[in-house]
């Protein structure tokens, strides 16, 4: 049920664009995006929940294609500030409506 | 209040102990999930609660792991009679309700089995 995350990391110079992949073996009801700094709570950046939505928080974008059950994370021009580990949490339909299966996360370090 | 609050904040304890860690979610939030995170590992679900009905505890790993909620405020993960593999970031989070909501993470409870 755990869906599958890649790269495991990915080191960029600030200003650079990365992209972070998701996809699961499952049908989705909606897909998740969070990042986590060392030894902080992960924080909520974005919900997809129809095929082909996107959506955007600050520079940070992702799409939704539901029937590859797939989701990618477009960090553009990144900052310093980006750096974390960023984690996806798909949620499947019907009675696992609700629990929130979560990747292994891709460890983001952005350099000046 | 304003986040979702954990306590203790660190928890050192013998093998064989039993442990109790709470989460105080954020006013008005129905929903209420606790994750497990391993060192470098992913979130791993556990339970979740949602208002009066019956939690989902598909995820919880043995019978020696319980939690409670009262009502729709704190909830208590009990750990009983800990194992060294149970050390680990205990992470509570809630949201509006269930399904298709952003959860919102406490600090979470560093847990360490000696």
């Known amino acids: 049920q755990q869906p599958v995350q890649s790269p495991q990391a990915v080191i960029l110079r600030e200003g650079e664009d990365a992209v972070i992949n998701c996809s699961s073996s499952k049908a989705l009801y909606s897909v998740h995006w969070y990042r986590q700094k060392h030894g902080e709570a992960p924080v909520f950046l974005m919900i997809?929940?129809?095929?082909?939505e996107q959506k955007g928080h600050e520079k940070i974008s992702a799409s939704f294609n539901e029937k590859k059950q797939q989701s990618s994370l477009y960090l553009t021009a990144s900052q310093l500030s980006y750096s974390g580990t960023y984690f996806c949490g798909t949620e499947g339909r019907g009675s696992t409506l609700g629990r929130l299966y979560f990747g292994r996360g891709t460890q983001l370090t952005v350099w000046p | 209040g304003a986040g979702v609050s954990q306590s203790p904040s660190n928890k050192v304890t013998e093998k064989g102990k039993d442990v109790e860690l709470r989460c105080d979610p954020i006013?008005?939030?129905?929903?209420l999930y606790w994750y497990r995170q391993r060192l470098g590992q992913g979130l791993e679900f556990l339970i979740y609660f949602q208002g009066n009905s019956a939690p989902d505890k598909s995820g919880l790993p043995s019978d020696r792991f319980s939690a409670e909620r009262t009502g729709e405020s704190v909830s208590t993960l009990t750990i009983q009679r800990t194992q060294q593999e149970d050390s680990a970031v205990y992470l509570c989070?809630?949201?509006?309700?269930?399904?298709?909501?952003?959860?919102?993470f406490g600090d979470g409870t560093r847990l360490s089995i000696l």
């Open positions: 989070a809630s949201s509006l309700q269930t399904g298709n909501q952003p959860q919102h």
């Open positions: 006013s008005g939030h129905t929903a």
């Open positions: 997809l929940l129809k095929g082909g």
